[in-house]
């Protein structure tokens, strides 16, 4: 786990296509606007990435070949050290079981929907509390 580096562009947009309703102008500006934290292999390639835009999580992927390892939750672990107290958020659409899954089994909770958050749905919105909340 390390903060992504310049080099580690190609890798990243390769990983955003792996994303439903990917933000590749947010990548794009990353270094200005938010924080990206990278899970590497063992050749320190990067095999998932979180984009954050302060407390919410814009961006979570993981490579498949890498999945059920952990990584997703040391990618949200390392923001919430980063981020220290705060809350965080992310906005998950309704039909993907698997983020919903994968963010209630970090202790995030359903904080209401975001219409039209989605080219073709609303969004479901997601709240971790801080840590000094749970």
Not at 8 to 37: C, K, N, Y
Not at 56 to 74: C, F, K, Y
Not at 83 to 108: I, K, M
Request: hydrophobic fraction near 40%; aromatic fraction near 4%.
């Amino acid at each position: 786990m390390r903060p992504a580096r310049p080099g580690d562009r190609s890798a990243l947009s390769s990983l955003q296509r792996l994303i439903s309703e990917p933000s590749p102008e947010l990548l794009d500006a990353w270094p200005a606007v938010g924080t990206v934290l990278v899970s590497v292999d063992t050749a320190d390639r990067p095999v998932g990435y979180l984009l954050a835009t302060g407390d919410h999580i814009a961006e979570l992927t993981v490579s498949p070949d890498a999945r059920r390892e952990g990584r997703a939750t040391a990618l949200v672990d390392a923001l919430r050290t980063r981020r220290g107290d705060a809350s965080l958020t992310v906005l998950v659409h309704p039909d993907n079981e698997a983020a919903r899954a994968c963010y209630e089994a970090l202790g995030f909770r359903h904080d209401g929907r975001v219409a039209d958050a989605f080219e073709d749905a609303d969004a479901i919105r997601l709240v971790s509390d801080s840590p000094d909340q749970r």
